[in-house]
């Protein structure tokens, strides 16, 4: 019995311990686990004040900017004079859909903003507070933007790249009622070629459908490369983007099932790739697929994704590197072919920047879900998301799928729970033998032990028997965990009166203390600890448990109630009849 005890609390205290500091630290408080994180250095100068100053695939730099004049490789030149200044916000051109409100940058057409019009602004919100989640931004030691680019010159004056001058030619201002889609049209000249890039929202659709021309305006074939990439500092400085970080210390007790921020690269020989900052310093050699034929790279944070798709079946090499210091890109090149002269070539992109909703994401492109990250977990955790959807759609609302959710797991586990509650039920009912046991053999505990384990074979009972429930349910109930951390349906959605977001805690702690106790009926409910300490602490133990659910999310916490009120009518029922049972036989 005791035995059995210390198995099940050293594994359950284990699991929220956890995930309380996980939560912690997803709120930005400091871990109890792990020591600080050293601070980002963000009063040292920056070379580039601004994602545009970003360097060019292949060009010469040197820490801090490309050295002007410096003298160009041939496969991929840099761009001329050096850095260029952002553009002031007045410049911006703006395109806007029904889903996305972007701004882009004549010089060099690089999206510095993009805001999802359909996500409410939370701890994700970067920036002004404009009521909406700002995606892509452009501030001082926030640099998050998208280039694109052609390098491959043989001039010193190089292709248009994200550091070009680009003129606009058709510019609307924004997606018409009743039209499908709205287009931007940017147009620049350098190194003999004309590039004509067509920017295209459609409605409904997370999705930057880029269109790039390129003409030959030379005597001469040239042989201009496209690259794509994502340019994004490693580390913010505010504490919104604290909240977004991941807990290494949960992620090394569960295999790596934390929430991840950074590049990641996906190929059909190698499927998702994650790529930690830290690792591209490194510049380690193995670190992800270079070259390929298919996929897409990527940046992903909490609830939101964004990601450059290169044209299918067309071979791509894929890159990241560190610009400077505390700024990183990721990104592909894709050769165009040659093009004589006077001749034109295109070349088609998309780029999506939006929520990681996996039923979007799996119509956008093969393994965008996957940037819904479960690690280890995923083959539980894919199955779960799926009944909890499942469920949503049956009830239209995502904390009540929670309660459906619940209900459905505990009766598919009825089986194993139902003989734990059986053992519990037994080892109750010979709890007052067990405490004349211990009376008599007070002071030998070697003796106890051999007549405890007589009384568990003389009444057919297995010490252990409770553990298997609590053990398989384990990865079930972690999983969930990182369901409802990382789904972005969670985000905003409301339950009952004073739930408004399922993704946050109980404003007013109600359903933690409820769910404390429905912990004390259920310590009542199992046999006492013959150890007077023992009992003690487990009285003591819903209580402290309560208070970490104080820092889950609403939607988690929903589930172990419902899990909790589930599992004290199952353990009622079958405890009673088991007594029933007993009282008979014994008349």
């Known amino acids: 019995m005791q035995l059995q005890r210390t198995i099940l609390w ?8 956890f995930l309380w500091d996980s939560w912690q630290r997803h709120n930005g408080q400091p871990s109890l686990l792990m020591s600080p994180p050293t601070p980002v250095d963000t009063k040292s100068p920056a070379p580039v004040a601004k994602g545009a100053d970003a360097a060019v695939p292949g060009a010469p730099s040197v820490g801090a900017a490309a050295v002007p004049g410096a003298a160009p490789s041939a496969a991929a030149p840099a761009a001329t004079g050096g850095a260029v200044p952002a553009s002031p916000a007045a410049a911006l051109i703006k395109l806007r859909s029904d889903t996305l409100l972007l701004d882009i940058d004549p010089v060099g057409g690089q999206i510095r903003r993009a805001e999802l019009l359909k996500h409410r602004a939370g701890s994700e919100t970067v920036g002004p507070n404009t009521g909406h989640v700002v995606l892509l931004h452009d501030e001082p030691g926030r ?41 931007l049209k940017l147009a620049a000249e350098s190194g003999g070629v004309r590039l004509l890039r067509t920017y295209r929202l459609d409605r409904d659709s997370y999705v930057v459908a880029m269109r790039d021309e390129v003409t030959n305006l030379g005597d001469a074939p040239v042989k201009p490369t496209l690259y794509m990439q994502l340019t994004r500092n490693a580390e913010f400085t505010s504490e919104a983007d604290e909240k977004a970080k991941g807990n290494k210390a949960f992620a090394m ?51 939101f994704v964004s990601a450059w798709l290169p044209t299918d ?14 700024l990183y890109a990721v990104g592909a090149l894709q050769a165009m072919g040659e093009i004589a002269p006077k001749a034109s070539a295109t070349t088609e992109t998309r780029l999506l920047l939006g929520p990681q909703d996996q039923r979007m994401l799996e119509n956008v492109a093969s393994g965008l879900d996957l ?37 459905i797991i505990k009766t598919m586990f009825f089986p194993l729970q139902a003989a734990s509650y059986r053992s519990m039920a037994r080892m109750k009912a010979v709890t007052p033998r067990m405490m004349q046991i211990r009376e008599r053999h ?35 109930f972690i999983a969930l965990y990182w369901v409802l951390l990382a789904s972005v349906e969670m985000r905003n959605a409301p339950w009952i009166g004073w739930i408004h977001d399922l993704a946050l805690p109980d404003p007013f702690y109600i359903l933690p203390l409820i769910m404390a106790a429905t912990m004390f009926i259920q310590v009542k409910l199992n046999p006492t ?26 939607g988690l916490v929903l589930y172990w109630l419902v899990n909790n009120i589930y599992s004290i009518t199952q353990q009622w029922y079958i405890t009673r009849t088991i007594e029933k049972a007993a009282a008979k036989k014994k008349a």
């Open 529 to 554: 600890p013959p150890d007077p300490v023992q009992a003690k602490v487990m009285m003591a133990m819903p209580l402290v448990f309560s208070v970490m659910f104080f820092f889950f999310p609403s």
């Open 371 to 407: 940037t819904v990250d479960y690690g280890w977990l995923t083959p539980v955790a894919k199955p779960i998301y799926w009944l909890l959807e499942m469920c949503h759609r049956l009830v239209g609302n995502w904390g009540w799928a929670i309660v459906l959710l619940t209900i």
């Open 253 to 303: 007790f569960t295999g790596g099932a934390a929430t991840f921020s950074g590049p990641v690269i996906y190929t059909e020989e190698k499927k998702f790739q994650k790529v930690d900052f830290s690792e591209i310093e490194k510049k380690k050699p193995d670190l992800f697929v270079k070259s390929a034929s298919d996929g897409w790279l990527g940046m992903i944070q909490h609830y």
């Open 143 to 183: 640099v998050y933007v998208a280039q694109s680019g052609l390098v491959g010159a043989a001039t010193a004056d190089g292709f248009p790249t994200h550091r070009s001058v680009f003129t606009v030619v058709q510019a609307p201002v924004a997606l018409a009622p009743g039209a499908k889609s709205v287009e």
């Open 10 to 17: 050293i594994v359950f205290s284990m699991s929220l311990l």
């Open 442 to 476: 007070v002071g030998d505990r070697a003796k106890m032990n051999q007549a405890m384990m007589e009384l568990y074979q003389q009444e057919k009972i297995n010490p252990l028997g409770g553990c298997l429930p609590i053990v398989v349910q384990i990865p079930v």
């Open 313 to 326: 079946k067309a071979p791509r090499e894929y890159f990241a590197n560190r610009v400077d210091n505390n």
